[in-house]
């Protein structure tokens, strides 16, 4: 069974762009948890979507947004980026049954110059 | 609102030794408890899990852990480490049925020695 994928790996932006970042989750799940991970904040929740509904949303700035397709893949877009946007984007899969039982990608590396 | 602490940042440890991570959490209600592990370059796997029932919890790769609610303390133990458990450890809680918005803890390396 294939894991989560995270497309792409690797990314170079400048201040002011933006970026969307895609994850695939596990087949047969439901939910899709992003996560931004940074050596200063630790791991921190952006926000959960179950079946293309966004469920739990983070503290975040409205910059961040994402979406969930019918067939479960999701797209984590950051607008405006700023040099503390830099961080690993993580994508977490699960059946969507609340258990907090995730099944986490290899990362999105974002890198803001 | 959930808290996790982890009281330490790093811990060196001798291959075969016994070694002990631990975990405090703060909630005002309930909550499940989680381990997970990250290796170098890569995501977070889950090592155990703690949702209700019995305080003593098993998960992989012979990795334990105890809830103790009156101490607020979810602890992870191994009884012989390898070189293979080199990795960062961090501790996490949600609200039960809260999905999976978890609070981590800010991780804990672990580095295994010969």
């Known amino acids: 069974k294939a894991g989560v994928t995270q497309t792409p790996r690797y990314l170079i932006k400048t201040r002011g762009q933006q970026v969307t970042l895609s994850c695939s989750p596990i087949s047969g799940h439901r939910s899709v948890s992003w996560y931004q991970q940074t050596p200063g904040q630790g791991l921190q929740f952006l926000f959960e979507y179950f079946s293309e509904t966004q469920r739990n949303k983070g503290n975040f700035p409205g910059r961040f947004s994402g979406r969930q397709f019918s067939n479960s893949r999701s797209e984590m877009n950051v607008s405006t980026l700023e040099l503390g946007d830099s961080a690993l984007y993580l994508c977490?899969?699960?059946?969507?049954?609340?258990?907090?039982?995730?099944?986490f990608g290899e990362g999105s590396r974002l890198t803001v110059l | 609102a959930q808290s996790v602490t982890q009281l330490d940042s790093q811990v060196p440890v001798f291959e075969e030794a016994p070694v002990e991570l631990r975990c405090n959490y703060s909630s005002s209600v309930s909550v499940y408890l989680f381990w997970y592990v990250q290796y170098p370059n890569q995501g977070l796997q889950l090592l155990l899990k703690?949702?209700?029932?019995?305080?003593l919890v098993k998960g992989i790769n012979g990795f334990e852990a105890e809830f103790n609610k009156s101490q607020t303390s979810f602890h992870l133990r191994k009884p012989s480490v390898h070189i293979s458990d080199t990795a960062e450890y961090f501790c996490a809680v949600s609200p039960p049925r809260g999905g999976n918005k978890l609070t981590f803890g800010t991780g804990t390396q672990l580095k295994v020695e010969l």
């Open positions: 703690y949702l209700s029932g019995s305080t």
């Open positions: 977490a899969s699960s059946l969507g049954d609340r258990s907090g039982e995730l099944f």
